[in-house]
Structures are given as C-alpha cells and as structure tokens.
C-alpha cells in the first residue's frame, strides 16, 4: 500500500478515535436514577441498559482502530489477520479499522452467531480480572 494511501487511512482512523474517546467520557446517563412512580424507574433502567449497550460497543470499536493504527505502524494493514490476502480498498474505504476480509469477516460472524457464548462487555470484564 502507497504512503498516501496509508497516510489517509490513519488520518481517518485518528479522527474516528477521537470521537469515540470523547463519546466514551461522557457517561452522564449511567448513574442509577430513583423515580417516584415505578414505570418512571422501569423506563429509566431501560435507557441507561440502552446506552451501556452503546459504550460497550462503542469501547469495542475503539479497540478495533487502535489496533487498526497498531497494524499502520508494524507494516501489516490491510492485511487479513486470517487469511493473510490484501483487504479491498473499497471495504477500508468504508471500514478502515477492518482486520479482516469480507470472506473471513463473514466466517467469523457466523461463528459467532453459532456460539452461545459471552457478551463483549463479559469478555472486557474477564480481561480485566
């Protein structure tokens, strides 16, 4: 891949990083609110399950850029981490933290669906412990 090529790439990535830190600080909705009437607290704990939903995957993604960004540095973007072919510049034109060619890409997600197994926000926490 060309140095400009590259350079766009990581500018696009940069700028998308920078957005998602900035999402992730703000967390104003998290904090668990009481409500007078029981609907009220039903409704609340809805939405502030829908937006740990949203920074969950939201955390996820900027995961995916800098390791996007990791990949620029060592030589190895848009290369696929599976299959080791180039990935079309049209998929990093539309996802350039893509690690992945749309074949294996399509392989992995249908793992996934296959697989009971563990939310993101389950596998963050286990990373931790």
């Known amino acids: 891949m060309e140095a400009r090529e590259l350079e766009k790439y990581r500018k696009a990535l940069e700028a998308k990083q920078a957005e998602l830190v900035e999402l992730l ?8 609110e009481k409500a007078a009437d029981a609907l009220d607290e039903v409704r609340l704990a809805a939405d502030r399950e829908l937006l740990i939903h949203t920074l969950d995957r939201e955390y996820l993604r900027l995961k995916e850029i800098r390791a996007a960004l990791a990949r620029i540095e060592d030589g190895s973007y848009g290369i696929c981490l599976s299959c080791e072919e180039p990935i079309p510049q049209k998929r990093l034109d539309a996802i ?10 399509e392989a ?21 412990i």
Do not use: M, N, S
């Open 108 to 128: 992995i997600d249908a793992q996934r669906a296959a697989e009971p197994g563990a939310t993101v926000l389950e596998e963050f926490l286990e990373e931790t």
């Open 25 to 32: 600080r703000r967390r104003d909705g998290i904090a668990i």
């Open 96 to 105: 350039p933290w893509a690690a992945y060619c749309v074949r294996c890409q």
